[in-house]
């Protein structure tokens, strides 16, 4: 099969913005239900496209790079909601960094136990170990720590879609459902793709969740050395 004529410029941003507003689309048709994430439809649909039309990853990710600049600016505005829910967040603030701390002490523990458990080889381990941190810190972690920095930032896309689509259902059925406490817990363990869903649920939510995905990435990027230097 002949490959796409992938020099046309802004291929990559056409595509993006594409698959996003469909995506979009089909979260609003779908009632916003968790399972219809817009960011996993997305992504889907760009890998489709990319398979289809027999586009490079490389190519479709150098001629994307100018949304890739967009990512620093986009957490930053994550202040807004944080802003707007400050009293809240100031009152449970040690409540939250104990939370955040629990939370990376664990999703750090398990991933090390499985990754001795099946013997792994320490560069998938590196890789592993920041998952739940946001794809810029666990790209760079994982870098640092002799892995890939490639499929370190792919777990963590698909951690983030994940716990986006589950987090608040499963915590439901463990009647947990305060706005404040969801959101922590899915900004913990599932970064800025979660903290985007809570955002669309609940002002508290998408704070708190806000909130917990600096707090996390910061611990992780921390911890996450430390645990590699128990597995080697």
């Known amino acids: 099969m002949m490959p796409f004529p992938v020099h046309v410029a802004g291929l990559g941003i056409a595509l993006t913005l594409g698959a996003w507003l469909l995506a979009k689309a089909i ?21 489709a496209a990319l398979v289809g039309l027999d586009i ?10 100018a949304i890739q600049l967009l990512l620093a600016p986009a957490v930053v505005a994550l202040a807004v909601p944080c802003w707007r829910q400050l009293a ?17 002490l ?12 099946f013997g792994l080889p320490e ?14 810190i666990a790209l760079a972690s994982a870098e640092r720590m002799g892995g890939d920095a490639g499929l370190a930032a792919c777990l963590a896309v698909i951690t983030g879609c994940f716990g986006a689509v589950v987090a608040q259902g499963a915590l439901a059925l463990l ?3 305060a706005p404040d406490a969801v959101g922590a817990a899915a900004g913990t363990v599932a970064h800025g793709i979660a903290t985007a869903r809570m955002l669309a649920w609940h002002p ?3 704070a708190f969740a806000a909130l917990a995905m600096v707090l996390a990435g910061i611990l992780t990027a921390l911890l996450a050395p430390l645990a590699m230097a128990l597995a080697s």
């Not at 979260?27 to 996993?40: D, E, V």
């Not at 490079?56 to 790079?65: E, F, I, Q």
């Not at 560069?123 to 810029?136: D, I, Q, V, W």
């Open 27 to 47: 979260t609003r048709r779908a009632g916003m239900h968790p399972l219809a994430n817009p960011s996993l439809i997305a992504s889907l649909l760009v890998i």
């Open 56 to 65: 490079p990853y490389a190519t479709y990710l150098s001629d994307a790079h």
């Open 88 to 104: 809240a967040l100031r009152a449970f603030l040690p409540a939250s960094i104990g939370a955040a701390l629990a939370g990376v």
């Open 106 to 117: 664990t999703c750090l523990g398990v991933t090390l136990a499985l990754s001795v458990a």
């Open 123 to 136: 560069s998938l381990t590196a890789s592993l170990l920041p998952h739940s941190a946001t794809a810029g």
């Open 175 to 177: 009647r947990l459902r």
């Open 204 to 206: 508290a939510a998408g």
